[in-house]
């Protein structure tokens, strides 16, 4: 999928080249190359698309370095193409954050034409560099990056996240059970895999999506009378040709039910959401997170716990030392926690992709990572730390090299 973008690009870029071959077969004269300018944003919190924010009035495009460094949310609200992207300072002074505000994976990327990603941490207040708004009932918003030719490079301690931006409470294809009967609690969300189950055997939401695309928003928990369930973890994609050097944190988890201690009646969490990585070279030791949220642990109710979500890496060379999870949230009993959700990693030259069900030794009782896809093949499947794998009858599920 690497290619889907560059498709694009290809096209783009090849007539391109025969326009200026065609001008210069027939003897027209060009002017020196035109050179990237650098453009700052100088305005407060704002739109992307209003020109009075920028230096010079006018709106960055293809040829243009961007700077973002003052202590600004800036809202982009459509497809762009710019030159290269630094957000924040390297002295980490200043709380920038770019906000996607509409569904970019499926309305168009913010695309990085020529140059790099530069990103520095939010230290002051720990906000996300990078983050989308919130889905409620339906998509509202997505990460996608495409970084055409350049490198992609996020700092110690910087963060994009979209943990708690999918579907609110009680909504999404793997929404929890709500719950209003005394002793019970509310569902926790599913995606990568099952959510746990709310006292009383209140049913968690089921598994959905695609284990080596994954693209959808996390499911919210089930409500409990008052108490909401957990926002589902929202979407990021991004694709690097050069080298993506993650030092930094990318989190798309779920939020934790919300409940009371002595209330017979708690709500579950939601569940992970999705991570996808396309890169040439993946470095670094930060962290990439696809996890659940708890659900509400009270003395005479507890919510199911929200699955985890999906994570797919692919790559040309793999240097990472960091982790990446996708695990269940946590819930005080075995029968209350969700299953696991995938962690699908490929090299750009194999067949298939190595499949990791990781539940960070959260044993459950009856949840699996249940598979979605009628048909699926990988090269080799890792189950660990209390993962488990389900095939539903009538699939197939086919290990390529070897089980470990």
Not at 90 to 95: A, W
């Amino acid at each position: 999928m690497k290619n889907f973008f560059r498709k694009k690009l290809f096209t783009k870029r090849t007539l391109v080249s025969l326009t200026i071959l065609a001008f210069m077969f027939f003897g027209l004269r060009f002017s020196s190359p035109i050179r990237a300018a650098s453009v700052t944003w100088i305005g407060g919190n704002g739109d992307w698309e209003t020109g009075s924010n920028w230096s010079g009035g006018i709106v960055p495009g293809p040829d243009d370095d961007v700077v973002i460094d003052l202590s600004v949310t800036v809202q982009i609200n459509g497809t762009t193409t710019i030159n290269s992207l630094t957000l924040g300072k390297s002295d980490n002074s200043v709380n920038a954050t770019l906000n996607f505000n509409y569904d970019a994976v499926s309305s168009g990327a913010l695309i990085i034409d020529e140059g790099s990603v530069t990103i520095y941490a939010n230290t002051i207040t720990s906000t996300p560099s990078i983050t989308h708004t919130a889905g409620t009932t339906a998509v509202v918003g997505t990460v996608c990056i495409d970084v055409q030719s350049g490198s992609f490079t996020l700092n110690s301690s910087t963060l994009i996240s979209v943990s708690g931006k999918g579907y609110r409470y009680s909504e999404g294809d793997g929404q929890g059970t709500d719950v209003v009967t005394n002793s019970t609690g509310g569902g926790g969300g599913g995606y990568g895999g099952e959510g746990g189950d709310g006292a009383g055997s209140v049913a968690g939401g089921g598994a959905y999506g695609d284990v080596d695309m994954p693209l959808d928003l996390g499911s919210g928990g089930g409500n409990a009378s008052g108490y909401y369930g957990g926002n589902g973890g929202g979407s990021v994609y991004l694709v690097v040709e050069g080298e993506l050097a993650l030092d930094g944190s990318i989190e798309s988890d779920g939020l934790n039910g919300a409940g009371s201690q002595y209330s017979y009646r708690n709500a579950g969490g939601g569940s992970g959401g999705s991570v996808y990585i396309d890169a040439g070279v993946i470095s670094g030791g930060g962290t990439i997170y696809a996890r659940g949220g708890n659900g509400y642990d009270g003395s005479y109710s507890d919510g199911g716990s929200g699955s985890g979500g999906r994570i797919a890496i692919y790559f040309d060379m793999y240097t990472f030392l960091g982790s990446a999870l996708a695990n269940t949230g946590t819930a005080t009993h075995n029968n209350y926690r969700g299953a696991a959700g995938t962690i699908y990693l490929k090299d750009n030259v194999e067949t298939y992709g190595d499949l990791v069900i990781d539940n960070n030794n959260l044993a459950s009782t009856s949840k699996s990572t249940l598979q979605v896809e009628t048909d699926f093949t990988c090269k080799t499947i890792m189950l660990r730390n209390r993962g488990r794998y389900g095939i539903p009858n009538g699939s197939n599920f086919t290990v390529n090299t070897s089980i470990d």
